[in-house]
């Protein structure tokens, strides 16, 4: 049974740019959230989808967006890129009946 | 708002002294309290979810317990392999989806 993936595992990037992780969720959940944990603090709550909707987000701005497609996998796009952006990206998936959500091994962005 | 707070923020142990970490919190409704293990550059591993007062899980030598204000992991005789950090995270009632994380506690066992 195949985990949580996420895509790329690291990535280098410069002020201003944009960029796109991608998360595949565990295979019979239909529910993916994101989290940014910035270095020796907790992960912080960007958004969740379901049904290829954000059901809600957290205390991020605009330059963080999201999708889910049909088969239930998801993006996260960030644009602008600031240096305070660099960080732990997690994808995390669940089922919409079930609270617990298991986590993905995270995409480590580095902004320059 | 939904709050979580874990201490201590760094534990060291030698190798079969057992001992606790503690998380409190503070949530307009319980929906869930949630333990997790991370070493580093890694992501978060499910251990526990607790979901009311005097609920207790058990898994190899891990035990967590929930009070109304707080949960405790406890750790029996560990083993170096424990060493990581360990999450507790809050999931409140009123539609909120979101997990609210403490910073960890990252415990060293050493041989």
């Known amino acids: 049974d195949a985990g949580v993936t996420q895509s790329p595992t690291h990535l280098i990037k410069t002020r201003g740019q944009q960029v796109t992780l991608r998360c595949s969720p565990k295979?019979?959940?239909?529910?993916v959230s994101w989290y940014q944990q910035a270095l020796g603090q907790g992960p912080q709550f960007i958004f969740q989808?379901?049904?290829?909707?954000?059901?809600q987000r957290g205390n991020f701005p605009d330059r963080f967006s999201g999708h889910q497609f049909p088969n239930y996998s998801s993006e996260l796009n960030v644009n602008a890129l600031l240096l305070g952006d660099s960080a732990l990206y997690l994808c995390?998936?669940?089922?919409?009946?079930?609270?617990?959500?298991?986590f993905g091994p995270g995409t480590r962005l580095l902004v320059l | 708002e939904d709050q979580v707070t874990q201490s201590p923020e760094a534990l060291r142990l030698q190798e079969g002294e057992s001992s606790s970490l503690n998380c409190s919190y503070t949530v307009s409704g319980l929906r869930g309290l949630f333990w997790y293990r991370q070493d580093p550059g890694k992501g978060p591993e499910f251990l526990f979810t607790l979901y009311s007062a005097g609920e207790e899980k058990e898994k190899e030598r891990l035990k967590a317990t929930l009070t109304k204000k707080e949960s405790f992991l406890h750790i029996t005789a560990p083993k170096p392999e424990d060493s990581a950090t360990y999450l507790c995270?809050?999931?409140?009632?009123?539609?909120?989806?979101?997990?609210?994380f403490g910073k960890g506690t990252k415990l060293t066992v050493n041989p």
């Open positions: 995270a809050v999931g409140s009632q009123g539609g909120s989806e979101k997990l609210v």
């Open positions: 995390a998936s669940s089922w919409s009946g079930m609270e617990t959500q298991y």
């Open positions: 295979s019979g959940h239909d529910t």
């Open positions: 989808y379901y049904e290829e909707e954000e059901r």
